[in-house]
């Protein structure tokens, strides 16, 4: 199993910035790709940022230029510098791993670090 840490979530003004940290730890074998969703209130979790292994590094097209994710292979971190909050962007952000082990490929999730902005 693999197991998904967040940190670094909290409270922001608006216009701010936060940036969320995630650790992966357990049997980690071919991580193939981490990244970031969120879930705002009401809404279903969408595509904040992914960074798979040799490929191209995916956001959502709103937040293009506000949010940059950083991702150390080595080190199994990902981390998601967020800038110029907005008011409604509150949500919960959940780190996201997939990992092939041989046999199969499998998604993975941290438990999610909310995220508040305040106008």
């Known amino acids: 199993q693999v197991q998904l840490v967040e940190s670094g979530g909290g409270l922001v003004q608006a216009g701010g910035s936060l940036r969320p940290y995630c650790a992966a730890s357990g049997r980690i074998l071919r991580v193939l790709d981490m990244g970031w969703y969120r879930q705002a209130p009401g809404k279903q979790r969408e595509l904040v940022a992914t960074?798979?292994?040799?490929?191209?590094?995916n956001y959502a097209d709103s937040l293009k230029g506000r949010f940059t994710i950083s991702r150390d292979v080595i080190k199994k971190t990902v981390d998601l510098q967020m800038n110029n909050q907005k008011p409604e962007e509150p949500a919960i952000y959940y780190c996201y791993g997939r990992q092939d082990d041989g046999v199969d490929v499998n998604d993975y999730w941290g438990q999610g670090t909310q995220v508040t902005v305040s106008s």
């Open positions: 960074r798979p292994i040799g490929g191209s590094t």
